[in-house]
């Protein structure tokens, strides 16, 4: 009887594979210098970025489904609490089945760290770091560096101005950006790698300025690019997850070192 | 004897020094009436089991403390992100402290000790704090409740100072939270708590920056850069601009001895709080222990408080105004308290409120009538008859002022519209003149008129279409309509003055 549901499971996952117009791809990304909204040291903000490949979309559901199909100790009720919360894959219908609101084109949402992690090295990769996220998503459709854009802002942030209880949409619903990648923006949160090294975890919170983010005020001493509301949020939202955690609007995508160019 | 006296003497430091005691016991006759501040705020560890806060919705307060003693008291609140309706038809995404703007009230006696969960609802997009002004400690509390979508938060303070506080979002953007609805109020009782009043409300000021200028219909998203230049599009009581009129207006009795406790959540403007036809008989300035006597008008910062205390003597409509008065008239600023019982011609002639304070807001109950044709509008299906009737309510709201309800105007000063050949001879002239404003002499009627029109151009094609359509087929006009099609061409085609509204 398992084993049927498992057949069925595969097959489904392989007509969803079928109808996939394009699986995600790896692209090139060609490194430089930019201004980073969290400077290394105090007023250093410029960051040197190498050359790296990412994953033109986040992760979707049905990528992921095929992940927890091979590695059955990351399914909802065999992952350990450890290192997912008790909201991981809550949309989903079951284990290894997706819902009407979680569908195969979706990104993949209510994943931990540690999950995007144990994903992002099956592929024989890694999450991508801040900075390297950072340097991505600056570019809007024709330019590498949009970030100066009033409009640029403006359309990020009238997307935290819809509240997050709706639908997510499919990934490639918008335009690609400057280097052929999808949905920086608007569409979920990703993970980094880094996710809390710009703040100090739970324990040690208190000592010094590491939280400063979260004091009203504090952060506007620190940050640079003060004005670049738009990643400020998202840093605010990383700076709020445990590893562990998982929400409704967070996803991923994975990166790999780029010594390879295409 | 000598001896004696140093020893009562020595005796009386050594228990000042162990027992706590208000500071102003110690210093003398000019702190007499001090309460001590924090350090005679503590009155031990909590008692006895722990109590739920009772958290109420503006503009309802819990109910007095009573309690003589100190308590762990347990607040729980959801941060929701929600979509909620600004101004009629006009929907925003607020993000709130227990589901409405301002976010609960929450009301406690100093020495309590305060346990807070904040949990933030799985569907929110963003992580969220608070930071209560009512702590004592970095943060506010701030630091110890950032939360996770779909994550709770715990952290406990003791609330020593006496006094009616703002708490708040502090997550980054702290201001773009602020903007967006995350304040509310604490009440910290003094020991012996408030005397007693019969009425207690809670009105929260707060403004809103949208994309859209002020009753643009739809849904409006936040504007960043209008937050920035403290350009606000909406100055707000609790919310929304119907939350304190017609149906929804506050109530008491004549008699009645109201305290109003008045927060301002900003982000950016300090409100110059006033009610219209009252004079504040006490105001606890800032929130504070103190009070001042006999105020029109009291200042209540961006985070900060007000507590204000009022007996009512005459029936009618009192109108609560930020008189920072633009804001009231042209951005929302604006709440009812409707006062019954009987007539006291001796204190007070009788007449009901002027029309001038009360805009269309008179008329709250008919704006349904303007809903519905905006609705039908969208649908091309809004006939002569709706817009007649929208148009009314709008009319008597804007332009009755200065033409009358009657449309006859003042003779000398605001030419007629009944029976004007000025009106009826050019629609798109009409058009124009309500868009863009007249200035100069003109002729109507046979009478000769020389005054100034402001562009009104806070009126969008909607509402001109229908005001017009109104104008056109009342008091003996019988003609024509106009469409927010003809407005809207009109608007296009006519260069503004500098200085109008887009």
């Known amino acids: 009887m398992r084993n049927l549901i498992y057949a069925i499971a595969f097959v489904a996952v392989l007509a969803w594979s079928a109808q996939l117009a394009q699986a995600s791809e790896f692209v090139h990304i060609s490194g430089g210098e930019f201004r980073s909204v969290i400077p290394e040291a105090e007023g250093d903000n410029l960051i040197a970025v190498d050359d790296f490949l990412v994953q033109d979309t986040p992760v979707t559901n049905a990528e992921f489904l095929r992940f927890v199909l091979h590695r059955p100790e990351w399914q909802r009720g065999s992952a350990v609490s450890l290192f997912v919360d008790d909201q991981y894959l809550a949309t989903w219908a079951g284990p290894i089945s997706l819902a009407p609101e979680s569908g195969p084109q979706q990104p993949v949402t209510q994943v931990s760290w540690f999950a995007a992690n144990a994903y992002c090295e099956s592929k024989n990769a890694r999450l991508p770091s801040w900075y390297e996220w950072e340097y991505l998503a600056a570019a809007n459709g024709d330019m590498a560096d949009a970030r100066h854009l009033a409009e640029w802002r403006q359309d990020i942030l009238s997307w935290y101005s819809q509240t997050g209880g709706d639908q997510i949409a499919d990934v490639r619903s918008e335009p690609a950006n400057y280097y052929q990648v999808f949905d920086t923006h608007k569409l979920v949160w990703e993970w980094v790698d880094d996710f809390n090294a710009f703040l100090v975890s739970g324990d040690n919170r208190e000592q010094g300025g590491a939280d400063q983010l979260q004091f009203c005020g504090a952060g506007a001493i620190s940050m640079e690019e003060k004005e670049n509301y738009a990643i400020l949020m998202r840093v605010a939202m990383l700076s709020s997850l445990e590893a562990r955690y998982t929400t409704r609007n967070l996803g991923f995508r994975c990166a790999r070192q780029g010594g390879v160019r295409q | ?502």
Not at chain 2, 315 to 327: A, E, K, N, Q, Y
């Open chain 2, 1 to 502: 004897m000598r001896w004696l006296t140093i020893v009562v003497i020595a005796l009386a430091m050594a228990l000042a020094a162990c027992q706590p005691q208000p500071a102003g016991i110690e210093s003398g006759e000019a702190n007499e009436t001090d309460t001590g501040g924090s350090a005679a705020g503590d009155f031990g560890p909590p008692q006895g089991e722990p109590i739920m806060a009772v958290l109420t919705t503006a503009p309802n307060v819990p109910p007095p403390v009573n309690r003589d003693y100190p308590a762990k008291i347990i607040v729980d609140m959801e941060v929701r992100e929600l979509d909620l309706e600004i101004s009629e038809g006009v929907t925003y995404t607020f993000w709130t402290f227990g589901g409405s703007v301002p976010g609960n009230f929450i009301r406690v006696r100093q020495g309590d000790t305060v346990e807070f969960h904040l949990k933030n609802h799985p569907d929110s997009k963003m992580p969220h704090n608070i930071d209560l002004h009512a702590v004592t400690g970095p943060g506010g509390g701030a630091s110890s409740s950032f939360t996770a979508p779909g994550h709770e938060s715990v952290f406990s303070f003791k609330a020593l100072n006496q006094g009616l506080f703002v708490y708040h979002c502090a997550t980054a953007p702290v201001g773009m939270h602020i903007a967006n609805g995350m304040y509310g109020l604490i009440l910290v009782e003094p020991p012996e708590g408030l005397p007693p009043v019969d009425k207690e409300f809670y009105i929260m000021q707060g403004e809103f920056y949208t994309v859209g200028k002020y009753r643009e219909k739809g849904h409006q998203p936040f504007d960043m850069q209008k937050a920035i230049e403290e350009n606000a599009t909406y100055v707000l009581f609790n919310g929304s601009e119907g939350a304190l009129v017609g149906d929804k207006a506050l109530k008491a009795s004549v008699g009645d001895t109201v305290r109003l406790f008045v927060g301002n959540g900003g982000p950016n403007l300090v409100s110059s709080f006033h009610v219209i036809g009252e004079i504040f008989d006490k105001v606890y300035t800032e929130g504070g222990t103190r009070y001042q006597e006999n105020v029109q008008t009291t200042l209540v910062p961006a985070g900060g408080s007000a507590m204000t205390e009022f007996r009512v003597e005459v029936p009618g409509t009192l109108i609560i105004v930020d008189h920072s008065i633009f804001r009231a008239f042209n951005k929302g600023a604006l709440g009812m308290i409707k006062v019954d019982g009987d007539d006291n011609l001796p204190v007070y002639s009788g007449k009901e409120v002027d029309a001038v304070y009360l805009g269309d807001k008179v008329m709250a109950e008919e704006l349904s009538l303007v809903s519905d044709v905006t609705q039908a509008e969208l649908t091309g299906s809004a006939t002569k008859e709706q817009r007649v009737n929208a148009g009314r309510v709008l009319y008597n709201g804007t332009c009755s002022v200065c033409h009358q309800q009657d449309g006859k105007g003042l003779a000398g000063v605001f030419p007629p519209l009944a029976n004007s050949d000025y009106l009826m001879a050019d629609k798109r002239r009409a058009i124009e003149v309500v868009l863009n404003g007249l200035t100069g002499p003109v002729t109507v009627n046979g009478s000769d008129f020389n005054s100034v029109m402001p562009p009104m151009s806070q009126l969008n094609d909607d509402e001109i279409a229908n005001i017009l359509t109104f104008a056109l087929n009342s008091w003996g006009n019988e003609d024509g309509e106009v469409s927010s099609g003809d407005v809207a061409e009109v608007r296009a085609a006519t260069e503004r003055p500098q200085g109008a509204a887009h």
